[in-house]
Structure formats: structure tokens, C-alpha cells
């Protein structure tokens, strides 16, 4: 890894903006005893103030929430599926667009930039990123899930689908259906998320790197808004940042509570429900706390690090014991099959698998863009020294081809136990305990369980811990050394809100507020675009041009 340096200070040319905005002017600085804030006034006050009302809102009125929570959910992916379909097609369109033309040569930080990190570290890091919980929840749940749908075939009603099969179904027809199942998917976590997460971390190395503004969402609106977005315009754009991370990772957290849940009680006969999980976010909201207490270094680094090695133990362990064969070779053929159904699970429009669309699709797309600002203020900081044709194809490709890799190792491994060992425990199985059902047909399957447990737990630590961080970046005017009491406010709310959610309605309320703060920042997005395009035609690109 070569030697850091100073990640706002270009090397060679760049483009600046020249503004009078200082980092930090907008904000309260406050010192009580050993104990200081430095927040901004506007950002933090409406963010913070609207998450405590949603959450004594919640927990106040439980029984309400949980019929406004199914309604919201079911309003929003019922009738805008095609607009976050749409929306997720711009994002691939415009990386690929961008990868291909001349604004792929601009380097982040300027001409003679360097990376701070290696290939290998960086791949890594791009990796742990934009993968959570979620990995653990959906690898063998989803594959089994459009695998079992699609087998059985489509179910019409008064003319209308009720069925969740993918596209067609594939009914009665193992083979068909395993291809189906793995390409919807490893659309839900191939390209499209990760060209969500590239465009705002593009924009965001962009602007900070190369044009000297804060590292916070606003400053990629710049070229659209220009002195604006010091503003109430900006401070619009910052607030449904912060809610949107925090909605997006408390759907997390609160998925990671269910799964560990469900597997304690498989392995230790704890009990199971809503009070477990509850006690599962109070205990890993506190490990996580003492992460952010740490510090960066001491704390989340080597938890990724930790959580990494076991992630590869666990599916070295599972391609070792598995159907070695058919994962290897599935490997492929999954991703044969992921480019053959590509465009028409990407169509937005005329599509006849609405319930598809609405459970799945509408909400994934939802689940990842909320988390974009969480993910990519991470993949931003760790990515200046690349050229934008090299942090696209590498954001792109590297981490959508682990994601296949992970899929198809568990499951396909699952798919695999019904089609040739007509093992159906998994298949049968809630979705949270279907990983363990899977290891559990596997040797030493309670070690691997136990493993897959800690996993999760901290998948989860980390999650709260980076997450905290990004958000009070955010709600700190972009200040990256804010005091440690406000990132401890934020983990704490995390924590709260997961827990409310739970409370209010469990996977439905999550779903819901994830899909309901993911559709305005859905916008916020899409406008994010024109200005990532606007901000790289003013950058130098080689030396003759500068």
C-alpha cells in the first residue's frame, strides 16, 4: 500500500470551484464538561427531531403502524415498480456510457494523482462496502424463493397474476427454473446496485477530490445549484441523505436481528420472536458503540477484517463440502443465464409479473439507493488515484462478480439439495432460517451455523459502526473529525429505529420505510447524474488537453 496523503489536496491539474464556503461555518460548536458537538444547525436539528418523532410515533402507536407500514409498502411497489426499475437502468446506462468515452480518462485528485491503496485492498474494500447483512439474509432464501416460485409456475386470478415467479415462471422445468431463479438473483445484486452506489461515489470523489468542496452529498449539486447548495436547497438534499441511510440500514439491522434470531433458536432452543430480537439489537448496539469508541483503526477495521476471513472461510468451507462440480461449473452458467434474462428483467414497462416486481425488485432497488450515501462516501474515500474508467469498471465488475460467486455457492448449493438429493427442509423453512436449514445438510453444520451467526452479528457491528460515521459526516456539514459523542447519537438511533420498526409491523415496516426514504432520494439521484457529467467535462484529462 503506498504512503497516504492528504485526500483534499489534488496532485497536478485540476479544475477547482472557487466558492466562499468553509467547511463547517453553519455550525453549532458546543463543549459541555469532556464532552463536545459540532453539528450543522439546520441538518442535524430536522434530521435528528424527525427520527425521534418517528420513533416515540411508533412505539406509541404500534397496532396503527403496523396497518400504515403494509399500506405504504405495498402503495409504493405496487403502482412505482417501473419508476425505480427506470431509474436503476439510468444508473447502468450512464457508468457504461461513461466508461467508454473520453471522461474516463479524468483521475480522481488530479492528473498526477496516485491510488492510496493496492488492487487487492481496494477490491476488498469496494467489496465490504455495499455488501451487509443482506448477503447473509438473501443467499439462500432468495435463490430458493425464485427457484420454488418459478418452478411451480404462474397462478392467474380474475386475469390477473398472483404469483411470485420471475418474468414467465418455468413450470415443471428444474433445469429452467434453477437458470431463472439465479438471473433474477444476481440481478438484484449484479450491476444495477452497484451502478447506484458508482454514480453518487463518483460524484462525491469527484467534487471533493478534484473541486475542493466538502465531502457531503450537497457539494455534488453544485453544478446545478451553485452557491445554492449552502442553502436550504442543499440542506434539503443533505436531511433525505441522512434519513435514507438510516432508514436503509435499520431495514438492515433489523433483517440481521431476525436471522440471528432464527438461529439461535435452531441451534440452542433460545426463544424466538419479537423480544429476542429485540435484545439481539439492544446487545449489538452496544458492541457497536464500544466499535465507534475505538475508532476507525481500532474499531470497524478490524472487524471488516475479521468479518471478511470468515466470510471466506465459511464459503470455502461450503464449496469444499458441497456439490463442488456444479458449483464450479453453475459459476458460468449463472452468468450465462443472468445476460440472457438481463433485458427483460430490467423492462420497466408491460411486464406481467407484477407481485415479482412488487416484492422484490421495487424494494431492492428502494433498499440499495438508500444506502448509496452510506456506501458511497465509503467507496469515495477509498478510491482517489483511479482514473473514472478504472473505478467504474473495477466498482462494476469486481464486487458483481463476488456477489455471483456468493450466490451461487449457497444458493445453488440449496437448489442443488432439492433437485438431486430431493432434500426440501430449506425450501420449507421461513426465509430467516433457511441458511441454516441449508448448513445443516452439510458436516459440522453446527460449527458452520455458529459461524454463520457471528457472521451476522458483525455484519451488523460494522454496518452501525461505518454507517454512524457517514452520517455524521453529513449532519456535520461534511466535517470527517466531528466529535465521538454525535457518531454515538446516531448508533444509538440506528439501534432505536430498527427497534420501533420491529415493533411496528417487523419485515413489512422495514421493507416500508427503506422503499418510502429510497423514493425521494431516488431523485436526488437521478439529478446527480447531469451534474457528475457536468462536473467531469470541466476536468483536465491528460496533460496536452490541461
Not at 445549484?225 to 434539503?236: A, K, S, T
Request: charged share 10%; hydrophobic share 55%; net charge negative.
Amino acid at each position: 500500500m503506498t504512503t497516504k496523503k492528504d485526500p483534499m489536496v489534488p496532485d497536478g491539474k485540476v479544475n477547482p470551484i472557487d466558492t466562499d464556503y468553509q467547511v463547517g461555518q453553519d455550525n453549532i460548536v458546543v463543549t459541555v464538561g469532556p464532552f463536545g458537538l459540532d453539528i450543522h444547525n439546520r441538518v442535524f436539528a430536522i434530521s435528528g427531531l424527525a427520527i425521534i418523532a418517528f420513533v416515540l410515533l411508533t412505539l406509541v402507536f404500534q397496532a396503527q403502524a403496523s396497518t400504515v407500514f403494509s399500506g405504504m409498502r405495498d402503495w409504493l411497489t405496487g403502482n412505482l415498480g417501473w419508476f425505480f426499475i427506470s431509474a436503476a437502468n439510468v444508473f447502468v446506462l450512464l457508468c457504461l456510457g461513461l466508461i467508454v468515452s473520453p471522461l474516463g480518462k479524468v483521475r480522481l485528485g488530479g492528473t498526477d494523482a496516485t491510488p492510496d491503496f493496492s488492487y487487492p485492498a481496494w477490491f476488498s474494500m469496494l467489496f465490504a462496502a455495499g455488501m451487509g447483512i443482506g448477503l447473509m439474509f438473501f443467499s439462500v432464501s432468495e435463490p430458493l424463493s425464485h427457484f420454488s416460485s418459478a418452478i411451480t409456475g404462474t397462478t392467474v386470478v380474475d386475469g390477473v397474476r398472483i404469483d411470485s415467479a420471475p418474468l414467465g415462471g418455468a413450470a415443471d422445468d428444474a433445469l429452467a427454473a434453477e437458470r431463472l431463479g439465479m438471473a433474477a438473483t444476481i440481478y438484484h445484486w449484479g450491476l444495477h446496485p452497484w451502478a447506484i452506489y458508482a454514480v453518487l461515489a463518483l460524484g462525491l470523489a469527484l467534487f471533493s477530490f478534484n473541486k475542493g468542496l466538502p465531502l457531503t452529498i450537497r457539494s455534488v449539486f453544485y453544478p446545478l445549484l451553485g452557491e445554492r447548495v449552502w442553502g436550504w436547497p442543499g440542506h434539503i438534499i443533505d436531511i433525505l441523505a441522512v434519513l435514507a441511510t438510516l432508514f436503509g440500514l435499520a431495514t438492515s439491522l433489523g433483517l440481521g436481528a431476525s436471522q440471528a434470531s432464527a438461529g439461535l433458536n435452531y441451534l440452542f432452543g433460545w426463544p424466538e420472536g419479537i423480544t429476542t430480537q429485540i435484545l439481539l439489537v439492544v446487545g449489538i448496539t452496544m458492541i457497536a458503540l464500544v466499535s465507534v469508541l475505538a475508532g476507525l483503526d481500532a474499531g470497524v477495521k478490524r472487524l471488516s477484517e475479521l468479518n471478511m476471513a470468515m466470510a471466506a472461510l465459511l464459503l470455502l468451507f461450503v464449496i469444499i463440502v458441497g456439490p463442488t462440480l456444479a458449483i464450479l461449473t453453475g459459476f458460468f452458467d449463472n452468468l450465462g443465464a443472468y445476460f440472457q434474462y438481463l433485458p427483460a428483467l430490467a423492462n420497466p414497462i408491460g411486464r406481467e409479473d407484477g407481485p415479482f416486481i412488487q416484492d422484490w425488485t421495487a424494494f431492492y432497488w428502494a433498499w440499495w439507493i438508500s444506502w448509496s450515501p452510506f456506501v458511497g462516501m465509503f467507496i469515495a474515500r477509498v478510491s482517489r488515484g483511479r482514473t473514472v474508467r478504472e473505478f467504474l469498471v473495477s466498482v462494476l465488475l469486481i464486487p458483481s462478480l463476488a456477489c455471483v460467486l456468493w450466490m451461487t455457492v449457497f444458493g445453488g448449493t440449496a437448489i442443488s439439495q432439492i433437485v438431486q438429493d430431493n432434500y426440501m427442509a430449506a425450501a420449507e423453512a421461513v426465509l430467516p432460517l433457511q441458511l441454516f436449514i441449508m448448513l445443516d445438510a452439510l458436516p459440522l453444520a453446527g460449527i458452520t451455523s455458529f459461524l454463520a451467526i457471528i457472521l451476522v452479528v458483525v455484519f451488523f457491528v460494522t454496518s452501525s459502526d461505518s454507517g454512524s460515521l457517514v452520517i455524521d459526516t453529513i449532519a456535520a456539514g461534511g466535517k470527517v473529525n466531528a466529535p465521538t459523542p454525535q457518531r454515538v447519537f446516531w448508533c444509538t438511533f440506528e439501534g432505536l429505529v430498527a427497534i420501533a420498526l420491529i415493533l411496528g409491523g417487523g419485515l413489512v415496516a422495514l421493507q416500508a420505510m427503506a422503499v418510502s426514504t429510497g423514493l425521494p432520494f431516488t431523485l436526488v439521484l437521478l439529478a446527480s447524474c447531469v451534474a457528475v457529467v457536468k462536473g467531469l467535462m470541466s476536468e483536465p484529462r491528460s496533460y496536452s488537453q490541461a
